[in-house]
T-cell receptor, first 116, second 115 residues
């Protein structure tokens, strides 16, 4: 069975601080996919990144970076120089290759508040 | 536009009403999902459709009835709901059965209030 844990329920930072959102996952499959989504106050979840289990290369996209470590089953997300617009709920998700219709299991989400 | 369109955006209904939520995608995806998100609660998967066939139903009460007439459309029919059913209902679509998964594309959601 697959499981995603986001231990941080809420995080509050001041603008320009760096912040890391943690994600730990459990799976028995050797082939799986990890995702991060952002849900701003408007409600719509927006896809941020996908990583497959064979690609442990870290990725940077502007102020966003992701650290994938299979040894610790973690896929953490760092925002550098945070901005007020980064305030949102962030979800980590996992899809095993053989699940129903590519279904994803989501973590409970981390609410990030960036104060000016 | 996200590629997944949900209507209506907001819905207020009485407990004796019947209403339907609509989801439409033209991304060429062949899997569609309904999720429920209550206040301060995680995403709850309700239904999964793959190639227009329901492949998963997560113990959802019968007052919620999904319908997938084709690969581009998904409905959630609602009747005799309870106040605790008030929530944000999210539709998503994805590729299914391929060698790789590209994740979900979500709609903007329907904010449902049952009075």
């Amino acid at each position: 069975a697959q499981k995603v844990t986001q231990a941080q329920t809420e995080i509050s930072v001041v603008e320009k601080e760096d912040v890391t959102l943690d994600c730990v996952y459990e799976t028995r499959d050797t082939t799986y996919y990890l995702f991060w989504y952002k849900q701003p106050p408007s409600g719509e979840l927006v896809f941020l990144i996908r990583r497959n289990s064979f690609d442990e290369q870290n990725e940077i996209s502007g102020r966003y970076s992701w650290n994938f470590q299979k040894s610790t089953s973690s896929f953490n997300f760092t925002i550098t120089a945070s901005q007020v617009v980064d305030s949102a709920v962030y979800f980590c998700a996992l899809s095993e290759k053989n699940t129903n219709a590519g279904k994803s299991t989501f973590g409970d989400g981390t609410t990030l508040t960036v104060k000016p | 536009e996200t590629g997944v369109t949900q209507t209506p955006r907001h819905l207020v209904m009485g407990m004796t009403n019947k209403k339907s939520l609509k989801c439409e995608q033209h991304l060429g995806h062949n899997a569609m999902y309904w999720y429920k998100q209550s206040a301060k609660k995680p995403l709850e998967l309700m239904f999964v459709y793959s190639l227009e066939e329901r492949v998963e139903n997560n113990s959802v009460p019968s007052r919620f009835s999904p319908e997938c007439p084709n690969s581009s459309h998904l409905f959630l029919h609602l009747h005799t709901l309870q106040p605790e059913d008030s929530a944000l209902y999210l539709c998503a679509s994805s590729h299914s059965g391929r060698r790789e998964y590209y994740g979900y594309t979500f709609g903007s959601g329907t904010r449902l209030t049952v009075v």
